[in-house]
């Protein structure tokens, strides 16, 4: 690598001389400069961690967490009845954390999350009435954390946040005729953030952020056009970042992330396309982030994490055979992580965690047997 930094450090300073050093690059590391200019110069691609298909059977829900460079996978196992599993990469194989198939019954809507090693997953819990339940890892088995399907009734859309080892869990929620709800676990009971079904219409699509202490909430709001719509807890109520319904059209496969106080919202854009499109809250407004619809084609299965500041998105990419592609903001351009359409075939139910730099993508692989497939770019 030194020669080749030394090749292309030169080339940057002929460029810049040439323009008279009035050009402003990006700001960016070296390698980041490589995979901008030089894809494929600096030799990283997109490698599967392990096997290709790794799980026993088929999967969905996939959802994917690194915590300090480890990844784990949660998932619909349907070789265990449909129930959820956790895999986790021991460094050079994927190994069950638990039984797989731990939970009662059918486990849908999978979120999971670890907090400092310990891996907590929600889910839609069939065996509970479809209620939402969160279970915990404890070192040696999987435990409810709470009642087992706590939520007053039916829960679907879950999305789990774990703030300082505090679980929340937002939801749509069908007593509370399909509007979005949070609850939190307050060391001995779920109580909610507020009041139950505080959208103004029925929410789908729900994206969790707890940003030190701070719940956000993004969906697709009924109420105003199917658009995009974000919530914030300020302390007493819920109030919206924002006008609702921000989006220029429909929004679906909403994501959600917040980066040091400033929310980013990732989604399927109906008014340009349905290709992806991120916005971002400014502090007065909601604004594009780069061009809506930046994608080749149409996006779905949309997955947004922001890393030190530089918004990543993964997703089906349809105009690539519905194979899973990863773009990355780089300051004034929507760019290819490598190849777009790097997996293997079809990719359902992406999920992606960027983890110092480094993308990692989980997904539910169509070209083997529909079993899950993890992809790190390195």
Excluded: H
């Excluded at 930094?5 to 810049?16: A, D």
């Excluded at 209620?131 to 709470?146: L, R, Y």
């Excluded at 399907?149 to 937002?170: Q, R």
């Excluded at 496969?253 to 971002?280: E, H």
């Amino acid at each position: 690598m030194k020669k080749k930094s030394i090749f292309l450090e030169s080339i940057i300073v002929v460029v810049v001389g040439f323009y008279g050093c009035s050009l402003t690059f990006p700001t960016m590391t070296l390698d980041e400069f490589i995979d901008l200019y030089f894809p494929g110069y600096g030799g990283k691609s997109w490698q599967v961690l392990g096997s290709p298909g790794f799980s026993a059977g088929g999967t969905a829900y996939t959802s994917l967490y690194v915590d300090n460079g480890t990844p784990y996978v949660a998932y619909q196992d349907w070789v265990n009845g449909t129930k959820a599993t956790v895999m986790k990469w021991n460094g050079s194989s994927w190994q069950p954390v638990g039984s797989p198939g731990f939970s009662a019954g059918e486990a849908a809507y999978i979120s999971l999350y670890v907090d400092n090693g310990t891996p907590y997953v929600a889910y839609q819990d069939v065996a509970n009435g479809y209620k939402a339940t969160v279970m915990k890892w404890n070192g040696s088995s999987w435990q409810p954390v709470g009642s087992p399907g706590f939520s007053a009734g039916e829960a679907a859309y879950i999305s789990l946040y774990v703030d300082n080892g505090t679980p929340y869990v937002a939801y749509q929620d069908w007593v509370n005729g399909t509007k979005a709800t949070v609850m939190k676990w307050n060391g001995s009971s779920w109580q909610p953030v507020g009041s139950p079904g505080f959208s103004a219409g029925e929410a789908y699509y729900i994206s969790l952020y707890v940003d030190n202490g701070t719940p956000y909430v993004a969906y697709q709001d009924w109420a105003n056009g199917y658009k995009a719509t974000v919530m914030k807890w300020n302390g007493s109520s819920w109030q919206p970042v924002g006008s609702p319904g921000f989006s220029a059209g429909e929004a679906y496969y909403i994501s959600l992330y917040v980066d040091n106080g400033t929310p980013y919202v990732a989604y399927q854009d109906v008014a340009n396309g349905y290709k992806a499109t991120v916005m971002k809250w400014n502090g007065s407004s909601w604004q594009v982030v780069g061009s809506p619809g930046f994608s080749a084609g149409e996006a779905a299965y949309i997955s947004l994490y922001v890393d030190n500041g530089t918004p990543y998105v993964a997703y089906q990419d349809v105009a690539n055979g519905n194979k899973a592609t990863v773009m990355r903001f780089t300051g004034t351009e929507w760019t290819n992580v490598g190849n777009p359409g790097f997996s293997a075939g079809a990719a359902n139910f992406i999920s992606l965690y960027v983890d110092n730099g480094t993308p990692y993508v989980a997904y539910q692989d169509v070209a083997n047997g529909n079993k899950a497939t993890v992809m790190v770019y390195k």
